[in-house]
């Protein structure tokens, strides 16, 4: 009523969703929530979806529907994917080309919150850097969603990974997801504790900057 009565109604108002020729749609099981999310939320992201919208860039779930040219999935599937907007709902219309089938050993759960951090991981250190087998890595926030993964996507990748975080918490999980050196960067020079322990690093990745990423380039190799 504060709202405006009917004018609320309208707005509260749920289409049901219906995929186009080359789209899937979803039974939502869980939603990523992400750092973009809540910058979306506040207006503060680079993008900013008219009002109202539904938030949620990340999703995993169900297929209930297939567009008529998509191939490669049917219904009942369990897949993963990235969405624009509108993860935050029992149904999603996503691009095929966006969504993963989920592997048989994981959980749907755990699925719908891997699409935005590990692919931001992978991109970053497969494809940007170039991370390459015995080359040592040092990552900054280690004990967030990004940071823990570029973890366990560098030791896959078969880097030495240096951790960086501020707290011997946040150190303990990075250790726990095979961090092979730690730094707490509260207490310790970045700089000083990457020269005694593994002398110097080939690859950084730097989801924090500011004087983090001064300390960086202090510890890159030629």
């Known amino acids: 009523e504060t709202l405006g009565g009917p004018e609320c109604l309208r707005l509260q108002d749920v289409s049901i969703p219906t995929p186009n020729e080359k789209d899937l749609l979803i039974a939502v099981h869980g939603s990523g929530v992400n750092f973009a999310d809540l910058l979306i939320i506040r207006g503060d992201y680079q993008e900013r979806p008219t009002l109202p919208f539904t938030p949620g860039v990340e ?46 050993e994981m959980e749907t759960i755990v699925a719908a919150g891997f699409p935005i951090a590990y692919g931001t991981a992978h991109v970053a ?14 990552v900054h ?4 969603g990004v940071g823990l993964a570029a973890v366990e996507v560098g030791k896959a990748l078969g880097a030495t990974v240096v951790a960086a975080a501020g707290s011997d918490n946040k150190l303990a999980l990075a250790k726990a997801h095979g961090a092979d050196q730690l730094i707490n960067y509260t207490t310790e020079s970045v700089r000083e504790r990457v020269k005694t322990t593994v002398g110097g690093v080939d690859v950084v990745f730097d989801p924090v900057g500011g004087a983090a990423f001064d300390a960086s380039l202090r510890c890159l190799k030629f």
């Open 125 to 138: 250190l497969a494809h940007r850097a170039r991370l390459e087998a015995g080359e040592v890595l040092l």
């Open 59 to 104: 999703i995993a779930g169900e297929v209930l529907e297939i567009g008529r040219r998509v191939s490669g999935f049917s219904p009942g599937d369990r897949v993963m994917a990235r969405v624009d907007l509108g993860g935050y709902a029992e149904r999603a219309v996503v691009r095929a080309a966006d969504a993963i089938l989920i592997p048989e």
């Open 141 to 144: 926030g280690a004990g967030g």
